[in-house]
């Protein structure tokens, strides 16, 4: 072994306790991580939704899952697991959407920050009876869809440029 080994760039004596060596390649971990992260980002598009709404209720809990699922898969790249998520988050979007900029992402949207109040917690939206409650005309379902659109995209450029990070490049 060498006497000094490089970890994150930094020379470290050979012999301290917990040393280890970095390679360039990413660890297996690493790509559970971004496997795991990339599923729940193809999920947040299978969930965005499409067409028109009858019910607003509807709407708010389809773009409500695609945020959450979006937003979470940025803490699963950073290492949060399933519970961690579960724990820490629930079904609360704006807390999603904290955790996930203070893991990196870049992403800053008046219109995303009006309608995640509406969006937390997203399970509220799925009983039929509460679609009743929010006046459709008060919703910009356009606006609502272009902002998570936008988040989408956002998180997709986060999560590539994680992996481009891990893998060295």
């Known amino acids: 072994m060498e006497r000094r080994t490089f970890v994150g760039g930094l020379p470290i004596a050979a012999g301290m306790v917990g040393v280890i060596s970095l390679s360039a390649e990413p ?18 598009r299978a969930f965005f939704p499409k067409g028109e709404f009858v019910r607003a209720g ?25 519970e961690d998520c579960r724990r820490r988050i629930g079904l609360d979007v704006g ?10 992402l870049q992403f800053d949207s008046d219109s995303f920050a009006r309608i ?6 997203y399970g509220r939206w799925r009983s039929p009876a509460m679609g009743g409650h929010i006046d459709a005309g008060t919703i910009d379902a356009g606006a609502a869809k272009t902002a998570v659109s936008q988040l989408l995209i956002a998180v997709r450029s ?6 481009g990070k ?3 490049r």
Do not use: M
Request: net charge neutral; hydrophobic share 45%; proline share 3%.
């Open 116 to 121: 995640v109040p509406l969006l937390s917690p």
């Open 27 to 44: 660890s297996s971990l690493d790509n559970e991580k971004h496997k795991a992260a990339r599923w729940r980002l193809q999920n947040a």
């Open 158 to 163: 986060h999560l590539v440029g994680g992996e």
């Open 95 to 104: 807390k999603a959407h904290f955790f996930a900029k203070a893991g990196g």
């Open 166 to 168: 891990a893998a060295g």
């Open 58 to 82: 509807d709407l708010l809990y389809q773009l409500g899952i695609a945020s959450q699922l979006a937003l979470t898969a940025c803490v699963v790249a950073d290492g949060w697991t399933d």
